[in-house]
DNA sequence: GTGAGTCATTATAACGATTAAGACGTAAAA
DNA sequence: TTTTACGTCTTAATCGTTATAATGACTCAC
């Protein structure tokens, strides 16, 4: 027993086991509740512990039982949004999953990155984290070689995106295939027949690809004609919005309704349309996805689809653990939720 | 020198000293640029380390040199708020603070806090932070005794908020008096002369009192009267702004401009004046406070005072780390920045 | 040629926990 | 009585670093 009677700084295990009368190895058993040790030195032990105002060292705790229970959240976004402007998206999901670590006792450690920096090796490699959560639209070539050499290095790790043939590592994402589907075939039942997307589809974001189909697949189905003039390109701006909108305006094309692939590129569409005094949903309807607290709020209000943030967080937490502990995992989709609003209100 | 040739799991400074023909204190000296080492071994050192793909266990390197590297961001909002609704604000600010640890070599731990839990030991305490920013609106009052007991234990930390005598730790905040100030004399200079105020004022957040005494400054000293019963209470939710934009109706007290105490607040008002078919601004001015992402989609735009969330992570981070270093704090005030926009648009 | 002064590196304790293996009574089984 | 077993606790090794003191080698001055 090591003679330290006065604390110096903080308090240790050593502390502890001096004023019990213990060892420090008792002191650290007791404090994890282990039945190795009788109740009533536990109980003591934890007395004095909470007395002394004791907390487990976790760097030392870490080091030696070679886990951290922390979680590393790696945010990216294209590298044409600043750090100012996150996607709201992203940022509501940031609270689900920071509840969703903190009940199963991790903590989060949050960090947004430039996909041209090595974070790859930067934080299951140094022990900073158990696993990683990767949150971000973007293309999916642009990384997937990091993704790649995270799953060699046998780093546990859960993207949120498009569940894909082919993609490496384990994805949780919503069925976006099925929301673009459920949104088209909402707009037709407001009597739209040509239905235009306003989303990059050729290369860039899968979800927002996912989203296409389903809504080509909605126009087959009511017989109508797939027109590829009335698809026009846009990563997820405002700006990119308003500019792709504009786009649909100059080609000529005819078209009674706008489906936009995400709420924002929504918002820059109907400042477009409303500019060229087009009356939504009168003239256009207009559609959105990901419910984002604007949506709500714009005038007119918009239709979108609401995804399960809150369930998403939870889930890809949820997977992540199973992944660590070796276990497989059950959950991959989760369905969004048409939300109808003035955009795109029925006639009559 | 270790015998340890082969690399089991992850590579340690041992096998890299092995493979360098050193010793491990040598390649821990060297992959921190110690001038004790030759400059040739340093590189030789890095370059098997780069080839190994070895990093340094930040658990290891914590215990050992009692320091973390890390900071905490804990985030509380008003109970009434639930976690998939989080103040945009501050998510805004989030994105700097991260921005601003990264920089400096910091990692973020960020945690959702309900006030209850006892928060004030988790972090710094077990040496998982070297360093704490505390971010939320609220009442002071509610967590003063935590912010007490987290100065006694001489643990670092910074707020976020009104910069008040009294007041216990090191608070970065916007200057709110001088932001209601403004406000004021643009809706004056718009032509109001009765203008209300929708936030508490007598309890709860000390911004909004402070926007509130800069507004009656400028109403004093434009020889207009300030009338008590044009303000009513809200906490930040649109719902709040909605109910005491009625309230304010309901009272049948004249006004024509609405000084919101929060963006969210006057989006909730704006919905209600709306719907009283009141015109806004023609009948009614309405301006916000921070400049959320939807002040500048909501119809009318909404004029609104613009807090530096830029500046801010990156002063709140600053001062944590003087602080951290026992170096003196230089600033601790940020001004906000007008913004006019279509609700309060002048005559004319 | 002995002592002082550099320079580059090594040997060796910490840091504060976890955990396997061993020790010591005491009670039950042989 | 001796053995086995069990409950309870201690001893000691370990995790992978960082930091301090010690070691050699080698130059330089008196």
Known sequence: ??????????ATSFDIAYRAGVSQS????????????????????????????????KNASNLRSQQSTTIALLLFEDPTTDDSQINPFFLSMLGSITRACSVRGYDLLVSFQQLSDDWHADYADCHKAD????????????????????????????????????????SVGSDNFQGGYEVTRHLISCGATNIAFIGGVSKGAPEFLARYEGS??????????????????????????????????????????????????????????????????????VVG??????????RPTLTTVQQDTKGAGEVL????????????????????????????SKPG
């Open 1 to 10: 027993m090591s003679i330290n009677e006065p604390i110096k700084g903080k």
């Open 26 to 57: 008792t002191v650290s058993r007791a404090l994890r509740d282990s039945d190795l040790v009788n109740l009533e030195t536990r109980n003591k032990i934890k007395a004095i512990a909470k007395e002394l105002n004791y907390k487990v060292d």
């Open 131 to 170: 696993g990683i959560i990767l949150l971000g639209y973007g293309d999916y070539q642009t990384y997937q070689q990091k993704l790649v050499s995270l799953e060699q290095q046998g780093t546990h790790f859960v993207r949120w995106g498009a569940v894909r043939e082919g993609h490496i590592g384990h």
């Open 216 to 285: 080509c697949k909605a126009i087959k189905e009511a017989n109508l004609a797939v027109n590829p003039k009335l698809q026009a390109d846009a990563i997820n701006t405002d700006l990119d919005g308003y500019k792709g909108a504009l786009k649909l305006i100059d080609s000529g094309e005819r078209f009674d309704a706008v489906f936009c692939a995400s709420d924002l590129i929504a918002v820059g569409a109907i400042k477009a349309l409303t500019e060229q005094n087009l009356r939504i949903p009168e003239d256009v309807a």
């Open 289 to 298: 996805y990901d419910d984002i607290p604007l949506a709500s709020f714009s």
């Open 317 to 344: 937490v949820e997977n992540l653990l199973h992944l660590i502990q070796g276990e497989p995992i059950v959950t991959n989709t989760l369905a969004g939720k048409l939300i109808v609003r003035q955009s795109s």
